[in-house]
């Protein structure tokens, strides 16, 4: 009985997780772009270089910081170095002077055993420094926060990238979907009348012919059908590799053909009369890169001042003859401290030549920075001009499509009533059928000019 009342419980459980699982697949465009900016490699690879660049930063930081450094050594002499003196040397060093034995070289060489050192000997040393002035780490601690500057624009150029691909690859899906709907209306449609027309053909009131013609037409369509379920399939696997997606997981989007129609009447038209070129990535990458070099172009100045630096040592040592007692007898302590001014004066030309070099590479941005003004102005007016046609071509396609749909119904109308041919319906059905094909293409071209007119404007993704 238990086994029973809980069997319902668990097909409820099973259907519920199901259509929830279902429910968790279905993606709208931003929910495709979403997904696409947390899981995609090349954008997770972007936040990675971020966070690479706010490490660079912290790095140069700390170098300007106190740095302190501990050093602890040992040593024991097995045999320690002799010591070396002339003759004489040693002669008033040991004897206390007086003449030296006869025969005796007073310029020769004498070793005696090291009288100031014993063998064995522990050290421990506490370093400190701190960078007082260096015009090279001022000027690179601005170059670090602008290359950070420059990581986070590269990782909004890999959002835009990503925002274009699954964009338009959204939007093939949605078309193509759409196409199958179509298809099965018209193939039901052709179904229908080619049972109708075998029944009349029966009665002998139409010809083998024109079964044919409908079949042949019918036939047509279900191949046009099997060709556009397999582009679904490839645009569905293209889509889920640019965002990053499993494979072989299920993904429905959500979206109709009304909506790609409306988002297209409804874009934006930015004034460029008021345009800055900043909001092209492109051309704000190489603002930044600009910046770089010029910073780059004061370091080649700044390696010529003078660099001050404080330092201080404390430490203990002790010696003994007995190692072993090294570590029970006393150790002495003592310290310093001072300051070292390096005043670079003259370095063969080097810095010269590092000045003028910079110098150059800031002029080469300059004029890079010129060129792309150029090529952007030319890609505004490019997609522009492909944005209205395509947007003239939907409106053309569409009145062609109405067209067809009534010449359909009115020949089909004439053929149920005996005053039209059948020839005359499968030529509609076919044009009917050319028309929603120009009709999706023209709406597809359309949204592919306007991601490319937002790209070139710089409105297709801001932060």
């Known amino acids: 009985m238990n086994k029973l009342r809980l069997l319902p419980l668990l097909v409820a459980l099973v259907m519920y997780q199901g259509a929830h699982a279902q429910q968790d697949s279905v993606f709208t465009l931003n929910q495709c772009i979403d997904y696409a900016f947390a899981n995609q490699a090349s954008v997770k690879n972007a936040a990675l270089d971020q966070q690479i660049s706010k490490y660079k930063v912290n790095e140069t930081r700390a170098y300007g910081l106190p740095q302190i450094n501990f050093e602890g050594n040992t040593m024991y002499n097995v045999q320690l170095q002799p010591m070396f003196m002339t003759n004489q040397v040693a002669n008033e060093f040991l004897n206390g002077g007086g003449p030296l034995p006869p025969g005796v070289d007073p310029n020769g060489t004498m070793a005696i055993p090291n009288l100031f050192q014993l063998k064995g000997l522990n050290t421990a040393t506490l370093n400190a420094s701190q960078l007082l002035f260096d015009g090279s780490y001022i000027i690179g601690l601005k170059a670090s926060k602008t290359y950070s500057e420059l990581a986070t624009k590269s990782m909004t150029q890999t959002k835009i990238e990503t925002t274009d691909k699954i964009t338009k690859g959204f939007y093939l899906v949605l078309i193509n979907e759409q196409r199958i709907q179509l298809l099965d209306a018209n193939i039901a449609r052709l179904d229908t009348s080619l049972r109708q027309l075998k029944e009349i053909n029966k009665s002998g009131f139409a010809e083998n012919l024109d079964v044919n013609r409908v079949e042949v037409t ?6 046009d059908r099997v060709n556009v379920q397999n582009q679904v399939i490839v645009t569905y696997a293209l889509l889920k590799y640019q965002m990053g997606y499993p494979v072989n997981a299920p993904l429905k989007l959500k979206g109709t053909l009304d909506e790609l129609v409306e988002r297209l009447n409804t874009a934006s038209n930015p004034d460029m009369s008021t345009f800055d070129y900043n909001k092209r990535i492109e051309y704000s990458l190489m603002s930044t890169q600009k910046r770089l070099e010029e910073l780059n172009f004061k370091n080649t100045k700044a390696i010529s001042y003078p660099k ?75 997609t522009k001009l492909v944005l209205d046609n395509n947007l003239e071509n939907i409106k053309s396609q569409r009145r062609n499509l109405e067209l067809a749909e009534q010449v359909i119904k009115q020949t089909k109308v004439k053929y149920d009533e005996g005053v039209g041919t059948n020839l005359e319906v499968v030529d509609a059905e076919n044009s009917f059928k050319t028309s929603q094909t120009n009709y999706y293409d023209a709406v597809y071209n359309a949204l592919v000019a306007l991601i490319d007119y937002q790209k070139a404007t710089g409105t297709l993704y801001t932060e």
Request: aromatic share 12%.
């Open 218 to 223: 019918l036939n047509n369509l279900k191949t």
């Open 308 to 382: 001050l630096v404080a330092f201080g040592t404390a430490g203990m040592v002790n010696s003994q003859n007995d190692y072993m007692k090294l570590y029970s007898t006393k150790y002495y302590g003592y310290g310093f401290v001072g300051a070292k001014l390096s005043v670079p004066i003259f370095t063969g030309g080097n810095h010269y030549y590092q000045q003028q070099g910079a110098k150059l590479k800031v002029q080469k941005v300059q004029n890079d920075m010129k060129m792309m003004e150029g090529v952007i102005d030319l890609q505004v007016q490019q």
